[in-house]
């Protein structure tokens, strides 16, 4: 049982959303973090562009995404036009204590904890100004975690979100869907094969009566989703509007404790995997 006031006030506050877990696959935590927190990011994400050519960082951007134009390059190496369309900037959080601290935040991670049923370790984080506008998805198809379920994703709301400035779609319940086999047998995304994910995905959404929901948000809104769940992004229709937001996969630390190298504690006392950044193409 928890004892401390922290704990048990975001008992108080968390529990029936916790509750919901296995039946949506899905909770929200509202109003989770404040707006210094939120605009500190904000703030962050453009020092980061503005000082990118002098940084030398091996941090990667994969530009243009969902068109023809996409390529993943060095942040470093970006144009300024590259900022002016949608993009996501690849794992900050293995150089930058200001990614660290939101995401592995003490009240976030022991929310997770309950949900994984073990201490999260971060594998990848996101960063959107214009949301990813992507396709429909589960997680797993791009990183499975070692044991099956045990994967998690947070999702904080960097800007108000509304219809109209691109809401996360996900489809309560989805995580329950068989994951869908590729021909190797595999759950991995086989790029060739994708049309075939779509079509079994849209049969069990048929047989199983989900329809899809928008996420709308305010700022410090968390939602956190099953890596089995079904989700994609919405395009912006209002495009003056920006829809900033910071999205980190989690594993279960004890499932790749034989990674033991490259496990690293966070200021806040959260663990996080120290790798190599993607390659560029
Ligand atoms: O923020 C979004 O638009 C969706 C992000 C997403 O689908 C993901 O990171 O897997």
């Known amino acids: 049982m928890i004892s401390d006031n922290t704990n048990a006030s975001i008992d108080d506050k968390y529990q029936v959303e916790v509750g919901n877990w296995d039946k949506d696959g899905f909770i929200v935590l509202r109003g989770f973090f404040n707006q210094l927190e939120t605009e500190n990011v904000n703030q962050f994400i453009d020092n980061v562009w503005h000082s990118r050519a002098i940084s030398q960082s091996p941090v990667t951007i994969d530009t243009y995404l969902e068109s023809p134009k996409y390529k993943r390059i060095l942040l470093s190496s970006a144009s300024n036009e590259a900022r002016l369309h949608p993009y996501k900037i690849n794992d900050l959080f293995m150089e930058h204590a200001e990614i660290r601290r939101l995401i ?13 049923d073990g201490e999260p370790i971060v594998c990848n984080s996101l960063n959107f100004e214009f949301g990813s506008q ?25 800007d108000p979100v509304d219809a109209n ?71 912006i229709l209002d495009e003056s509007r920006l829809r900033r937001s910071l999205v980190t996969h989690y594993f279960r630390k004890q499932d790749y404790l034989h990674h033991f190298l490259r496990i690293r504690k966070s200021e806040t006392g959260g663990f996080y995997f120290r790798r190599k950044h993607p390659h560029v193409t």
């Open 104 to 116: 592995l935040d003490e009240r976030l991670r022991l929310i997770l904890s309950r949900l994984l």
């Open 165 to 235: 400035n691109g809401p996360v779609r996900y489809y309560p319940g989805s995580h329950k869907i068989p994951a869908y086999r590729f021909k190797n047998g595999k759950i991995n995304a086989v790029a060739s094969e994708m049309p075939e994910f779509d079509a079994y995905m849209r049969n069990q959404l048929d047989i199983r009566g989900i329809s899809e929901q928008a996420f709308t948000a305010q700022r410090g809104d968390v939602l956190i989703w099953h890596a089995q769940l079904l989700h994609g992004g919405t395009p």
């Open 134 to 158: 992507q396709g429909n998805h589960c997680d797993t198809l791009y990183m499975p975690p070692r044991k099956r379920n045990k994967m998690l994703v947070s999702w904080i709301a960097l």
